[in-house]
């Protein structure tokens, strides 16, 4: 995996974005005062935390010893096997340092809390000054001990900032859906489907294409002041492993937007797609396969070239890039 260090908004866009591989970005939080606090010791950095609440509660999610902090489904796949409160910032703190003493201790995990709401001042006192240029991504932090989320994908550009503990990055590129025993479309503990398999002891009689998987993975372990960019529906499995870990991340879409009409998502897209050509005869399904290269993925095709622009209809909406 590429590795940068001083990275700007000119090297992340102008190569590291273009690449459309992930890339460890080092050092770009290390200015961060919430990083410089996490470097003293977990202490300093809950303090600073607790400073920064505004009492807006987050979500938190708890799971129970058992689970080791796999964020999974319930037995039978009915449910989840963790329960979900609404806490403030304070409260998960005051959590985390009573767990942080047992010896098997539940784990707990704030997902992707708005910045914003919950740590103003926070937000307001840790910022990627520049980096993202035009794009819009307000900040989402991520609180807990022993976590794993189970590898997934988010169909927008990401940068994960990692503040406390350390965080390995394990990830496939997307022509590897096949090999990861993906779950549920719409089904799923995290927001978009997750792979079945357990990292840190697969089943590779279950899942024997998991192997294939692995052969593929990027691995990154990144630590206070480090920084992951990962592109669009790229797979990543993220493991912390400290009693405190906190992550910043910012999501935004670099692909243009057509706001009128509003346009449906590529992942529903892809269930509308299924619905109505899963079940056609292979021969069938080869053929629109071929028109869906043609109108959708031939990016060196004008598909509307070769017709007068006042009949073009549709295919004048969206043009290749």
């Not at 003293?40 to 509660?57: F, H, M, N």
């Not at 002041?225 to 405190?244: F, K």
């Amino acid at each position: 995996m590429h590795e940068y260090t001083h990275v700007d908004a000119a090297l992340l866009h102008g190569e590291i974005v273009p690449r459309a591989a992930p890339a460890v970005l080092r050092g770009v939080a290390a200015g961060w005062p919430a990083v410089q606090r996490a470097r003293a010791s977990p202490e300093a950095v809950c303090d600073y935390l607790l400073a920064c609440d505004s009492g807006q509660p987050v979500d938190a999610l708890l799971l129970a010893p058992g689970e080791k902090g796999r964020l999974f489904y319930g037995p039978g796949m009915d449910g989840f096997n963790f329960a979900r409160r609404r806490l403030p910032v304070a409260q998960v703190i005051e959590q985390l340092a009573r767990y942080s003493q047992f010896a098997d201790p539940p784990s707990v995990a704030v997902q992707s809390a708005p910045v914003e709401s919950c740590l103003p001042r926070f937000g307001q006192e840790n910022r990627l000054d520049g980096l993202l240029g035009e794009f819009d991504a307000p900040a989402r932090i991520w609180i807990g001990n022993a976590i794993v989320t189970p590898a997934h994908f988010d169909e927008s550009d990401n940068i994960a900032c990692v503040v406390a503990g350390r965080r390995r990055f394990t990830l496939f590129p997307p022509e590897q859906v096949g090999n990861l025993y993906i779950g549920p479309l719409d089904y799923a503990p995290t927001p978009t489907p997750i792979s079945m398999v357990d990292f840190s002891a697969p089943d590779l009689e279950r899942f024997p294409r998991f192997a294939r998987a692995l052969e593929a993975a990027l691995v990154a372990d990144l630590g206070p002041g480090d920084a992951i960019y990962i592109p669009p529906l790229w797979w990543h499995h993220v493991q912390s492993s400290a009693p405190l870990s906190i992550l910043v991340n910012y999501w935004w879409k670099s692909a243009p937007q057509h706001d009128k009409p509003p346009q449906p998502t590529p992942m529903q897209a892809l269930t509308v797609a299924m619905g109505a050509l899963r079940a056609l005869p292979p021969a069938q399904r080869q053929a629109w396969a071929a028109l869906f290269g043609h109108y959708v993925f031939d990016a060196g095709v004008d598909p509307a070239a070769h017709i007068p622009a006042h009949r073009q209809g549709v295919l004048a909406k969206v043009r290749p890039p």
